[in-house]
């Protein structure tokens, strides 16, 4: 049972365009959300997240939306760059335990 | 501080052998995690430490695998008698538990092979 989907594989933009990232769970207990973003031969590295009794953080050209109705959370990027173009994998939590139920990633590609 | 640390980057052994993975995390954190990575998929928790107490196991860590980390500083990860479907992308993260969540720091990664 995959409880985090990122149903997107793959993503290609061009520089100084939007890029939206995508991500559904199906678990109503989780509390906290968090995207990241992973280069090859490196691990993951933080970038973002959102608690539940949130539906927007913002920080700098990174915004995450989280529409818990549809059990739904988005990233968007903007503008994008060729240093973006990296796996994202969103990930999702619930209580104090911390650990966290990742989705498979979607590769995005950021075109100059 | 140089984030967290693992070692080896690389392991490649023969079915049935046993491995040992280090890591190092940041010196503050006191909370310690292991995650696998297989091909095209996101990382699958193991087990994780609050400074040197095991707090939860996944289903995931079969009776072959076993992790410790004494004096709550360093923690190592030993997989007995090796399969084939053991081969995959060891993550270690680390995190400073303030009772706000944050995101944890991972390391690189231990690459497991096993032939």
């Known amino acids: 049972d995959q409880q985090v989907k990122q149903n997107s594989p793959s993503l290609s933009v061009q520089e100084g365009r939007i890029s939206i990232l995508n991500c559904d769970y199906t678990?109503?207990?989780?509390?906290?959300f968090l995207w990241y973003k992973k280069y090859p031969a490196e691990g993951p590295t933080f970038l973002i997240s959102?608690?539940?009794?949130?539906d927007k953080n913002e920080d700098g050209r990174f915004t995450v939306f989280l529409n818990k109705s549809a059990k739904h959370l988005s990233l968007h990027i903007v503008p994008s760059q060729p240093g973006d173009s990296a796996v994202y994998f969103c990930?999702?939590?619930?209580?104090?335990?911390?650990?966290?139920?990742f989705g498979s990633g979607t590769q995005l590609t950021v075109l100059p | 501080d140089t984030g967290v640390s693992q070692n080896p980057r690389h392991k490649i052994t023969k079915r049935g052998q046993n491995v040992t993975f280090r890591c190092d995390p940041i010196s503050e954190h006191n909370r310690l995690y292991w995650y696998r990575q297989t091909l095209g998929q996101g990382p699958e928790f193991l087990t994780y430490f609050q400074n040197e107490a095991q707090l939860e196991k996944s289903r995931l860590l079969s009776d072959r695998f076993s992790a410790e980390r004494p004096k709550g500083s360093f923690s190592t990860l030993e997989i007995q008698r090796t399969e084939q479907g053991d081969s995959a992308m060891y993550l270690c993260a680390s995190s400073l538990e303030l009772g706000g969540h944050y995101g944890y720091t991972f390391g690189s990664g231990t690459r497991l092979t096993v032939v």
């Open positions: 678990n109503s207990m989780f509390d906290y």
């Open positions: 959102i608690s539940s009794i949130k």
């Open positions: 990930a999702a939590s619930r209580g104090s335990a911390r650990q966290l139920t």
